[in-house]
């Protein structure tokens, strides 16, 4: 077997799409940047979310039950940044940037909604309906129950350990 690090560096080739993870609920507000978020059914639609069991995040969304998954646009590097530096607080990461509450019928059980970035490329609104444990992290499988499109433009991606920005197709337009 492979030790932690060799798998870090492989991981650093494989570029992956930039998300603001957020939520609310009954476990109070939340929200982090993941980059391990994929597709796993189209229907239902389902996909999966897989965050640290030492990140403050995890005990939260398995207390809300609910996430919005806020894919990034090119230009929101920093909003990135202020959603992954370890110890800040929740008010800190929310501030300086537009949110919207989603619509009541989208929340758990009457607790307030997961946090929709106004400009964010896609919003995917989830409620969590399984979880499995795999080592270091914890994969959250969420149904989705509402997207909201933002509009279309490049992507932030992830590639060795650094923010690239990925052109938006000239018809991407006509893909929604
Ligand atoms: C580009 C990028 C991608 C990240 N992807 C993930 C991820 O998929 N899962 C995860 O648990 N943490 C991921 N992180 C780290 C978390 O954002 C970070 O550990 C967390 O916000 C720390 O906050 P906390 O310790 O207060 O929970 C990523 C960070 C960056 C910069």
Redesign the pocket.
């Given at each position: 077997m492979i030790d932690k690090q060799t798998f870090r560096e492989a991981m650093s080739r494989l570029a992956?799409a930039?998300?603001v993870?957020t939520s609310n609920g009954p476990g109070g507000l939340?929200?982090?940047?993941?980059?391990?978020?994929c597709s796993v059914s189209d229907e239902p639609p389902i996909l999966l979310?897989?965050?640290?069991r030492?990140?403050?995040?995890?005990a939260v969304l398995k207390e809300n039950q609910q996430l919005c998954v806020n894919v990034l646009r090119a230009d929101q590097e920093a909003l990135?940044?202020q959603?992954?530096?370890?110890?800040?607080d929740v008010a800190e990461?929310f501030a300086g940037t537009g949110w919207t509450e989603p619509q009541e019928d989208h929340a758990v059980d009457g607790a307030p909604g997961s946090p929709m970035l106004d400009d964010a490329l896609v919003s995917l609104d989830c409620r969590i309906t399984g979880s499995a444990e795999v080592g270091s992290?914890t994969v959250f499988y969420c149904t989705v129950e509402d997207t909201r499109f933002g509009a279309p433009g490049p992507g932030l991606v992830?590639f060795e350990r650094a923010?690239h920005a990925v052109p938006a197709s000239d018809s991407s337009d006509d893909q929604k």
């Open positions: 992956a930039v998300n993870i939340c929200g982090c940047t993941a980059s391990a978020v979310v897989c965050i640290n030492s990140s403050r995040n995890n990135a940044l959603f992954s530096r370890s110890g800040t990461r992290h992830y923010f």
